[in-house]
Structure formats: C-alpha cells, structure tokens
C-alpha cells in the first residue's frame, strides 16, 4: 500500500509540471501585463519595477526562475499588492476556503447520502420524488442564484442571517456560504446514491443476507451501503478538490476572505504569481484527493487491491 | 407467378428503426414533452416577444428607474406631481398649478416677461407626457396641455430605466443561442478529438488523452479566464470559449465509444474490404456514436448556459447594451433589497428554461438507451 502511494505520487510530479508549464506560458502570452494596466506610470519606475520582479528577462529564463523558487517553497511577491507574498495570501484564505468548503461537502455527503438511501428504499413513492425534485432544483439552479436569494430570504427578509462578511468565522456568518455551496453537491449526492443504493440492493449477496434473516438496518447500512458508496467516493474527490479551494461566486457575493475570489482577480490584473499559486493548489488538491479516492476505494471493496 | 411478383412488389412491413423507437419512447414521456413544448415556447418567446413587447431593450426612461412590474399602464397617479414640478424647474419656470382631464394634463406655467412657446419641448422630454401644446399664453403666464403618455412596464425597469421585459426576451436570445452554438462546439470539437484517438489507438491515444487529463486538472475558471484574457470581450468568441471549454467530457465519453465499436465486425468487415481509415472514421464510427452524442449534447446546453452566464456574471460575457440573462441576474443581485423584481424575473426565465433542458435530456436519455432505464 505505501509503495503504491508513493508510486502515485511520482508520477503526480510530471502531471503537476505539466500543468505548471502549460498555464505558465498560457498566462505570459496573454496581452498585458502587471504594470501595464496603471495609466501613467513613469517608464523608469516600470523598467525598475519589472527588473525587480525579472520580467525584463527572456521568457525561458524566468520560467526557470519560477521553477527554481518553486522547488524552494517559495511562490513569490503579489505584483498587485506588493505588501503581501503569495504565500501569505494563501496562508490567511485558505483556511476559510478550508474550513467553508469542508463543511459544505461533509453536509452534503451526510445528508446527500441520507436522502439517496431514502428515496432508493422508497423507490417510486412519495419520499423518493420529493428527493428527486430537490435534487434536480438543486443541480440546476447555479450558485449565483441561489445565494442572492438566499440573502434575499433569510438575510433582508427575515433578518435571521447577516448578509455577508466573515465575522471572524462566526456560525451564523457561515450558514449562508455553507448552505449555497453545499446545495448544488447535496443534489449530486443523493441522485448518485440513490442510483447506487437502487442498484446494490439488487444484487445476489444482499438477497442471500435477506434469506439469511439479518435486519433490514444491518443490511442497508452494513452491506448494500458498502457497494453503493463506490461513485459517491469517486465523485467527491473531485468536488473536494474544488469546494475546499474556495468558490469566486460564494466569495464575492458574501464577502468572505477566502482564495477563490484571487483567481478572478489575479488573472485579470495579470498579478502572474498569484494566480500560479491559485494553479499550484488546486492541482495539488486535485491530485491528493484523487489518490486519497483510490485508497478508500481499497478500503470499501475488498476486490480492489493495489500492489 | 403473378401473384409471387406482386406480392415481392407490395410494400416490405414498415420496420421501426433505432429512432423511430426512441421518438415513440420519448413522446410517451410527458414530463420530456411538455419541457420540449416549454423551451419551443421559450425560444419562440424570445425571438419574436421582442418585436412586440410594449418598449425597445435599449430605450431608457429616465423618468421610470426602477419601477415596480405592474399590470396597469404607467405612469401612475402619484407620479404626476413630480414629475410636472421637475419640467417646471427644468423650464426655469412657476409651477402655478395643473389638472388632470380625462387622458390629458393642463399645465399653468408662469415666468418673468413672455414665455417663449417652445417650454413645451421641455414637457414633451419627459417620459410621462406628450403632444404638449399651448393653450393660452399671456405675458407673464402660459397655459399648456400634454397628453398623458402611457406606457407598459410588466417586469419593472432596472436602474437606468429600461424595461425589464424585453431586455429580459433579449437577453434569452443570447442566452439560448450560445447554450446551442457553444454547445454545437463543443461536441463537434469532442466527437473527432475522441473518436480519433479512440479509433487510432496506441501510443497516439495514450498522448491526447493524457492532454485531457492535464486540462481537466487546471482550475476550469482560471481556464475560462484565460480564454476570454485571449479573445478579448468578443460576443463571438465568446461562444468558442465556453465551446472550448467543455468539450473534454465529450472527448471522454467518445472515446470509450469508439473503443468498444473499433473491435465489432463491421468495422473490421469495412478494413477488410479497404476502405481508407478516415472513411471508415466519418462513415461508420461517428454515426453509431450519435445516441449518446444527443444525449450529452442535451445536458451540455444548460451547463453551457450556465457557464455563458457565470461569465456574465463576473463580467466577462456579453457587454452592454445586449445582455444574458447572467448579466440580469448579476444586476438583479446588486440592486437586490430595493427592487427585487431585477432578480426575480430573470431568475425565474434561467431557473425554469434550466429545468425544460434538464427534463429533455432525461427523456433522451430514457427514449435513446434503454438498458439505463
């Protein structure tokens, strides 16, 4: 198991430099640049300005330059707010980001699941199309739509929930981001578990359990669950993935101090760095997550085994 | 004899074929049905609705900013006064009174020497009155009447004062037609990227698929935002963005197709008899991909919508004075506690077109594949 980890894990290496390559040069040979966008600045003072950063270097050069800074841990200066690295940045946003997103999927898959598992015991009644209209209101109504209602509602209407802000990470602060990021991954949940569950309780070993006279709960939670959660799990990597790096539309809509708001940001005002760093954490997100799927997958089916 | 020709003659039994199946499953589905019936009325909506819908999308009445939708015709009774203070000042003259009679309004104005006729330009610049003409002038004081123009806000305006309606029919226009254009794109672009590579195989599908794992890694906005850094706020390039964008989903699904039909007999029956590789790609792989193709094409448009108006959104789609219904919501959202209707409406045409495509692409899927029924 660990030699496997740590296979996946070299060879994350040249997926991860090839996604810093690729957006590297994608962001340098887009027109504009950092400095070019304040009207009026002295051209000694940018000349200064990109030598300090080495933008007046060859392409390739500073390409390696970041490279090199990067091996170090080191992500560089903001170029459009000079006052703050890159890194401490990252180090304030991420973990609101963190702590919002991870709330939102950890709701979405508990009660997601639940309402999967409900609907699939109660498979063409009531309880089970109450759960698919939620679901499909809830995959088709995008974030930017929920959250201004939302602040319409229970922000302006019944003045039960600030409008926006972080407060320091109060909870009523949260309920707002959590509920709006969580929704559209709750709906997903649950029509994935309900497919699932449907089709796990289908299959011989939970017949043989029912004429072996277990209960019921034991079957539904201790064997078909077990079966049924397989595309639960592949997809919640992914959306870990995204969800804890920060969403620019939950962000800038309740004012929250997280990292997704920088990449909208960062890549229009050219500030390069910041937005490499945006790049280097989701992919490596991306990459953890998605080994950290294929090892509960180990865990959940005893068939899967890696060597 | 006879009768054998004649009967090899009369018509074979109609057989159904693979479609003709699919529509009867899919018209028995009423849920599909009526969602097609809701987006052909959507589209006729905003197509034509324009033409007709009672104010042009880009007039702006600057008498009427952020009114309330409403049935009946503006402007209202309490809106009068203000309004007739307002052009008085404007005229740099005395408000000594008016009245309302009938569908017109007289006016008693009053100034310093003789009033010059043309004050009533001033009353015909308003949104509220028109056809105003002097009635009595003496020096020092001038009587004018106007007409009362009324005029139908159904959605409200927006805060510069153009009708909610039609710009929301107009900004379904743009909406639509990119969920559909970006959304051609983007299966076009899908199909032969995979198909190709399923259908070579190899190293050479090892190598473009390893392409689309690296850009489904890259953060899908920061890719958006470098395609639209790229192409500048062009409304056409717009659509190839976004097409550009999500065609990996397709390239996958594709590809996995095309790998299973690569092995079956009749392709191997088509290498047999020597038809070229590219030929036996267009003729006979990429029409037995078209069920899941139309499948996906289905739940592709409302994510492209989606996406079109989450650009928008963030301001980088479609610029002033056209609009999507992204940007309305984006507005509707700022001016949110005061007038809500600016999100309401438009939330509601996106919402609801969203769940018509939604249902569609079900029913496709249910009438297309019915092993996943």
Redesign the interface.
């Known amino acids: 198991m660990i030699r496997y980890v740590l296979r996946r894990l070299l060879t994350a290496i040249p997926t991860i430099f090839a996604i810093i390559t690729l957006s590297f040069f994608m962001m340098r040979v887009a027109p504009g640049g950092p400095f070019n966008q304040e009207r009026g600045l002295d051209p000694v003072i940018r000349a200064n300005l990109e030598r300090t950063y080495h933008l007046d270097l060859p392409l390739w050069q500073q390409y390696l330059i970041y490279l090199g800074n990067l091996l170090r841990g080191d992500l560089g200066p903001s170029f459009t707010m000079p006052e703050f690295t890159v890194a401490e940045l990252f180090r304030a946003g991420l973990p609101v980001s963190i702590q919002l997103g991870g709330l939102a999927l950890a709701l979405a898959l508990v009660l997601g699941g639940a309402l999967g598992i409900i609907a699939a015991l109660r498979q063409n009644r009531a309880p089970d199309v109450a759960v698919i209209a939620v679901a499909t209101a809830g995959s088709t109504i995008p974030t930017f739509v929920i959250a201004p209602l939302f602040q319409l509602f229970f922000a302006l209407t019944l003045k039960w929930l600030p409008v926006g802000g972080w407060g320091d990470g109060a909870l009523v602060n949260k309920i707002g981001p959590v509920v709006t990021l969580m929704l559209p991954q709750l709906a997903i949940v649950a029509r994935l578990m309900r497919g699932a569950m449907i089709e796990a309780l289908h299959a011989h070993h939970i017949r043989t359990a029912h004429a072996m006279g277990l209960s019921d709960f034991s079957i539904v939670l201790r064997h078909a669950l077990r079966s049924a959660l397989l595309p639960v799990v592949s997809y919640a990597g992914p959306a870990a993935a995204a969800l804890l790096t920060g969403s620019v539309v939950v962000e800038t809509i309740f004012s929250i101090p997280g990292i997704g708001r920088y990449f909208v940001d960062a890549a229009l005002n050219r500030d390069y760095t910041v937005v490499m760093g945006g790049v280097v954490v989701v992919a490596v997100f991306t990459i953890v997550f998605n080994l950290i799927v294929d090892i509960l997958y180990a865990v959940i089916d005893p068939r899967v085994r890696y060597e | 004899m006879n009768e054998i020709a004649n009967k090899a003659a009369s018509p074979a039994i109609a057989g159904r074929s693979l479609w003709g199946h699919a529509l009867s499953r899919f018209s028995g589905n009423r849920a599909a049905m009526a969602s097609g019936a809701y987006l052909l009325f959507m589209a006729a909506l905003c197509i034509v609705g324009p033409l007709f819908a009672p104010n042009s999308y880009e007039a702006i009445y600057q008498n009427y900013t952020r009114v309330p939708p409403s049935l009946s015709a503006y402007p209202k009774p309490d809106m009068l006064g203000p309004a007739i203070e307002d052009v008085a000042a404007r005229a740099r003259l005395t408000l000594n009174g008016w009245e309302q009679d009938g569908d017109r309004v007289n006016i008693r104005l009053s100034g310093n020497g003789d009033i010059d006729p043309r004050v009533t330009r001033y009353i015909d610049r308003s949104d509220l009155l028109e056809d105003a003409k002097v009635v009595t002038s003496t020096p020092g004081s001038i009587l004018v009447s106007a007409k009362l123009e009324s005029r139908y806000f159904f959605f409200g305006t927006d805060s510069t004062g153009r009708d909610l309606l039609s710009r929301t029919l107009v900004a379904g226009r743009i909406s639509l037609s990119i969920g559909l254009l970006a959304g051609l794109i983007a299966v076009a672009i899908g199909v032969f990227y995979g198909a190709t590579a399923g259908f070579i195989g190899g190293r050479v599908d090892q190598v473009m698929m390893r392409i689309v ?2 850009l489904y ?6 890719f958006v ?2 395609l639209v ?2 192409f500048g706020r062009n409304f056409l390039l717009m659509f190839v963005a976004v097409g550009a964008v999500l065609w990996l989903d397709m390239a996958r699904i594709v590809r996995g197709q095309t790998l299973s039909l690569r092995r079956q007999e009749f392709i191997e029956a088509a290498e047999a008899l020597g038809i070229s590789r590219p030929r036996i790609l267009l003729r006979h792989i990429v029409p037995n991909l078209l069920g899941p193709v139309v499948i996906y094409m289905t739940l592709l448009v ?1 994510q492209v919508i ?1 996406l079109e ?2 650009l928008s ?2 301001g980088f789609g479609v610029q002033e004075p056209m609009s999507s219904w ?1 940007v309305l ?2 507005q ?2 700022r001016s ?2 005061s007038a ?1 209707w600016l ?1 309401i409406f438009p ?1 509601s045409f ?2 609801t077109t ?2 018509a495509l ?1 249902f569609v692409g079900d029913g496709l899927r249910d009438a297309l594949d019915p092993k996943d029924h």
């Open positions: 794992d690296v890694s890259l953060p899908f906005i920061f935002i470098m850094v790229f409302p989606i108006s989450f959104y963030l992204g919501i984006a509707g959202a949110m506690p809500n999100l939330a996106l919402i969203l769940f939604n």
